[in-house]
């Protein structure tokens, strides 16, 4: 009983934020809760492999991270820089890699995580 109250005070922050139209926010909460569990694996190793597993999740967690903040513009000054006007077809090219290897990380591994 105690952890679920917890939960509710720990996630307050996150679901008080969400809105429904818009991809950041699912990725925020699947952020927060991926960054928990590795937490969680990397101090418990409840499994035989759960310091890989945990590294999947922080792998997870950093390009949900990276798909928030839209750094996908390339500036030959200063390398990478965030650009929220210049949202091209390479833009989108590179965000959507990322959300494909993260569909394929999760559907690959998310349920051997708990076995």
Sequence with gaps: MTGGIRNVFIWLPIIWEDRWYDSDFLLKMLEFKLDRMATRFEKHGIAV???????????CA??????MEDN???DEESNWKPSYFSKNKTWMRAKSRDAEYLGHLLGRYMLGWWD
Excluded: P, Q, S, W
Aim: charged share 35%; proline share 0%; with cysteine.
């Design 49 to 59: 492999g759960a310091e890989r597993d945990a590294k999947r999740m922080r792998i």
């Design 72 to 74: 996908y513009t390339f």
């Design 62 to 67: 950093v390009l949900c991270r990276h798909m």
